[in-house]
């Protein structure tokens, strides 16, 4: 078999309008500026994309990047990133997905895949290392995500596909990739709008090396040491999943109950990952490959289904005041055969049932009340009755009936399921995120409420913090290497590690901008390095993420966002809860403004036309 070495630098462009295909060769010097990934796929999007364009329009676009460290047998190395516009946003949405499709696109020979234009009627796409063939896809248009995936099974060895929801343009429609998926933002919609409903990749052609293979299996195994060492790769996700996130959630008042009116609940401990693991859990199901492990399957009812992350036990399960976990594994199936992803669908849902309560909006929706959920989830997939505007998302239906004090979406993406009361940097991270209110953006939920690394409920350091995450997290998501991979990364160095939190918090308050340089990130750039032979220290490697950070923005600003949009929920900012004793609400504006000096953004939150400069992002 033929090898790669490490990246093969051809993306595969197809035009769906005329199904034609071209061979992208990736200009080294992008490679060293974007890693790969996410960052490659933006900047791939950045070169072809006309800003103002139409989500659904076959103008838009929608890139996808395997990065570096697929196919390698890298730590967590079976993810892969897509950029489009999103129709929920009408902004930047990225997304990062660990099915199989990554590691059959890349072992075909392509490192990435960029799809344009639109077609009439509705197809699937073979690609193998000779190209792109296009089939008529009528015969599965309509059905849902197991049938479509079923029906490819002998077609590649991995397969994106999309839902009715995605066909029926559902604004937060999903796309499929074995069990796992490209959830936020609705590119489902995207290919649904052109026609494509699924694409196959044969895979297996190539054998991915890395370029000095002694030195990468030295840096493989010091991380995956580190992974095999850290309490919450090892233990916590491994044996509960993401679902191990409730109790802590909990514990720090940042669980949503009843569309975030409240932060805990007397039955929580039904939905803990605990209890799941211990009377639903029966295996392993994860991305392909991990080295953490924090996908599983369980038992639930007579069904053997999915275990539910912990974000969709949040929107889906409590913030509805539903707290029985076989219900939310049964509706996450269902989400997941229409094809829509489960943060927007619980947010909309949740705000359906205030607003009926407010009497602003018919519905028969209650908290509580698990009957209607089923089958409303499939009525959005399947763009009927109610679901036709449910589908349109949160931001769509309160500018319509009303009740935006109490819509739980930032730049119009639905909050990920961690009340930002219990963790102001957290409230501020979802602020800034630049494909609105993410939690993976600069995940500090993780450093103020989990594991303490920095103060929870000051302002001070909030800003730096913020910015620093945000950076790393891009960069991580350029190697195309799990994010949750940074509890071992960060939490296994000796500083972090022995020096006592009180002193890293201190720390991390008065000085973030020295305390943050010296934790070591080394085991990604260096198993970078390792793979593709292109040098990188620590802040080389960040500075990539905050380059493709800053890409990321400048973009949203070109499609409109401003400093208006740098911003939270009204309950968030205005509303307290009866379980928080200090009625404490995020004081968001207090940390903006320094968080836009230290980007280098002006004050109405737009790049500096310096700061594009610094970093090489030319104006088209
Ligand atoms: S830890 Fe979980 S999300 Fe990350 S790569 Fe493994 S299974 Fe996927």
Same mark, same amino acid.
């Given at each position: 078999?033929?090898?790669?070495?490490?990246?093969?630098?051809?993306?595969?462009?197809?035009?769906?309008?005329?199904?034609?295909?071209?061979?992208?060769?990736?200009?080294?010097?992008?490679?060293?500026?974007?890693?790969?990934?996410?960052?490659?796929?933006?900047?791939?999007?950045?070169?072809?994309?006309?800003?103002?364009?139409?989500?659904?329009?076959?103008?838009?676009?929608?890139?996808?990047?395997?990065?570096?460290?697929?196919?390698?047998?890298?730590?967590?190395?079976?993810?892969?990133?897509?950029?489009?516009?999103?129709?929920?946003?009408?902004?930047?949405?990225?997304?990062?997905?660990?099915?199989?499709?990554?590691?059959?696109?890349?072992?075909?020979?392509?490192?990435?895949?960029?799809?344009?234009?639109?077609?009439?009627?509705?197809?699937?796409?073979?690609?193998?290392?000779?190209?792109?063939?296009?089939?008529?896809?009528?015969?599965?248009?309509?059905?849902?995500?197991?049938?479509?995936?079923?029906?490819?099974?002998?077609?590649?060895?991995?397969?994106?596909?999309?839902?009715?929801?995605?066909?029926?343009?559902?604004?937060?429609?999903?796309?499929?990739?074995?069990?796992?998926?490209?959830?936020?933002?609705?590119?489902?919609?995207?290919?649904?709008? +052109?026609? @494509?409903?699924?694409? &196959?990749?044969?895979? *297996?052609?190539?054998?991915?090396? /890395?370029?000095?293979?002694? %030195?990468? $299996?030295?840096?493989?195994?010091?991380?995956?040491?580190?992974?095999?060492?850290?309490?919450?790769?090892?233990?916590?996700?491994?044996?509960?999943?993401?679902?191990?996130?409730?109790?802590?959630?909990?514990?720090?008042?940042?669980?949503?109950?009843?569309?975030?009116?409240?932060?805990?609940?007397?039955?929580?401990?039904?939905?803990?990952?605990?209890?799941?693991?211990?009377?639903?859990?029966?295996?392993?199901?994860?991305?392909?490959?991990?080295?953490?492990?924090?996908?599983?399957?369980?038992?639930?009812?007579?069904?053997?289904?999915?275990?539910?992350?912990?974000?969709?036990?949040?929107?889906?399960?409590?913030?509805?005041?539903?707290?029985?976990?076989?219900?939310?594994?049964?509706?996450?199936?269902?989400? +997941?055969? @229409?094809?829509?992803? &489960?943060?927007?669908? *619980?947010?909309?849902?949740?705000? /359906?049932?205030?607003?009926? %309560?407010? $009497?602003?909006?018919?519905?028969?929706?209650?908290?509580?009340?698990?009957?209607?959920?089923?089958?409303?989830?499939?009525?959005?997939?399947?763009?009927?009755?109610?679901?036709?505007?449910?589908?349109?998302?949160?931001?769509?239906?309160?500018?319509?009936?009303?009740?935006?004090?109490?819509?739980?979406?930032?730049?119009?993406?639905?909050?990920?399921?961690?009340?930002?009361?219990?963790?102001?940097?957290?409230?501020?991270?979802?602020?800034?995120?630049?494909?609105?209110?993410?939690?993976?953006?600069?995940?500090?939920?993780?450093?103020?409420?989990?594991?303490?690394?920095?103060?929870?409920?000051?302002?001070?350091?909030?800003?730096?913090?913020?910015?620093?995450?945000?950076?790393?997290?891009?960069?991580?998501?350029?190697?195309?290497?799990?994010?949750?991979?940074?509890?071992?990364?960060?939490?296994?160095?000796?500083?972090?590690?022995?020096?006592?939190?009180?002193?890293?918090?201190?720390?991390?308050?008065?000085?973030?901008?020295?305390?943050?340089?010296?934790?070591?990130?080394?085991?990604?750039?260096?198993?970078?390095?390792?793979?593709?032979?292109?040098?990188?220290?620590?802040?080389?490697?960040?500075?990539?993420?905050?380059?493709?950070?800053?890409?990321?923005?400048?973009?949203?600003?070109?499609?409109?966002?401003?400093?208006?949009?740098?911003?939270?929920?009204?309950?968030?900012?205005?509303?307290?809860?009866?379980?928080?004793?200090?009625?404490?609400?995020?004081?968001?504006?207090?940390?903006?403004?320094?968080?836009?000096?230290?980007?280098?953004?002006?004050?109405?939150?737009?790049?500096?036309?310096?700061?594009?400069?610094?970093?090489?992002?030319?104006?088209?």
């Amino acid at each position: 078999m033929k090898e790669i070495t490490g990246l093969s630098n051809r993306v595969l462009e197809i035009n769906v309008t005329d199904q034609t295909y071209s061979v992208y060769e990736v200009p080294y010097e992008d490679t060293v500026k974007y890693l790969g990934g996410k960052g490659l796929a933006l900047k791939l999007f950045y070169n072809r994309f006309i800003a103002g364009t139409d989500a659904l329009s076959p103008d838009n676009i929608i890139v996808f990047h395997t990065g570096a460290y697929m196919g390698t047998g890298a730590p967590c190395s079976g993810r892969f990133s897509a950029v489009s516009k999103s129709p929920l946003t009408g902004i930047i949405a990225s997304s990062s997905c660990g099915g199989p499709f990554g590691m059959a696109l890349k072992t075909s020979g392509w490192d990435g895949l960029i799809i344009n234009g639109a077609s009439d009627k509705p197809v699937w796409i073979e690609i193998d290392s000779g190209g792109a063939k296009f089939n008529n896809a009528e015969s599965i248009w309509g059905k849902d995500s197991d049938y479509t995936q079923n029906f490819l099974k002998d077609r590649g060895a991995g397969t994106i596909a999309i839902g009715p929801a995605g066909e029926n343009l559902v604004n937060y429609a999903n796309i499929i990739s074995g069990n796992r998926f490209l959830g936020r933002g609705g590119m489902g919609a995207v290919l649904g709008s +052109k026609k @494509v409903k699924a694409v &196959t990749a044969k895979g *297996g052609e190539f054998k991915i090396v /890395a370029k000095n293979r002694e %030195e990468f $299996k030295k840096n493989r195994s010091a991380f995956i040491a580190d992974i095999n060492k850290n309490e919450f790769t090892s233990i916590e996700y491994r044996k509960y999943g993401t679902a191990s996130n409730v109790k802590p959630a909990i514990k720090n008042l940042m669980l949503p109950v009843n569309n975030f009116r409240d932060g805990t609940h007397p039955d929580f401990e039904n939905i803990t990952g605990e209890e799941i693991g211990e009377n639903h859990t029966l295996g392993y199901s994860t991305c392909k490959p991990c080295s953490i492990l924090c996908g599983h399957k369980g038992k639930f009812g007579d069904r053997v289904l999915q275990v539910p992350e912990y974000e969709t036990i949040g929107l889906l399960g409590t913030s509805l005041g539903i707290f029985d976990p076989v219900a939310i594994a049964e509706w996450n199936e269902t989400c +997941k055969l @229409v094809g829509i992803d &489960t943060i927007s669908a *619980g947010a909309t849902l949740a705000w /359906a049932m205030e607003a009926g %309560e407010n $009497k602003i909006y018919k519905t028969n929706l209650k908290f509580g009340a698990a009957d209607l959920v089923n089958e409303i989830l499939e009525d959005i997939g399947y763009n009927r009755g109610a679901g036709t505007e449910l589908g349109k998302g949160t931001r769509w239906l309160s500018e319509k009936y009303g009740g935006k004090e109490y819509a739980i979406h930032t730049k119009g993406l639905e909050a990920a399921a961690y009340d930002p009361r219990g963790s102001y940097g957290h409230g501020l991270g979802l602020a800034t995120a630049n494909r609105g209110a993410c939690h993976l953006s600069a995940t500090m939920m993780s450093l103020q409420a989990f594991s303490r690394f920095s103060y929870k409920f000051r302002i001070m350091g909030n800003a730096y913090i913020t910015m620093f995450m945000e950076d790393l997290n891009f960069a991580i998501n350029s190697l195309q290497t799990c994010q949750f991979t940074i509890y071992a990364v960060f939490g296994e160095r000796y500083l972090t590690k022995y020096l006592p939190g009180i002193i890293i918090r201190i720390l991390n308050l008065i000085i973030p901008q020295i305390a943050l340089q010296v934790v070591s990130v080394k085991h990604y750039f260096r198993t970078y390095t390792s793979i593709t032979g292109i040098k990188l220290n620590q802040y080389k490697f960040r500075r990539c993420g905050k380059r493709g950070h800053l890409l990321e923005r400048y973009m949203n600003t070109r499609e409109g966002i401003t400093s208006k949009d740098d911003t939270l929920p009204h309950r968030f900012l205005y509303e307290s809860r009866t379980s928080d004793k200090k009625n404490r609400r995020v004081p968001l504006h207090k940390m903006l403004r320094r968080y836009y000096w230290y980007r280098g953004y002006d004050r109405n939150g737009i790049p500096k036309p310096s700061t594009l400069k610094k970093w090489g992002i030319t104006i088209p």
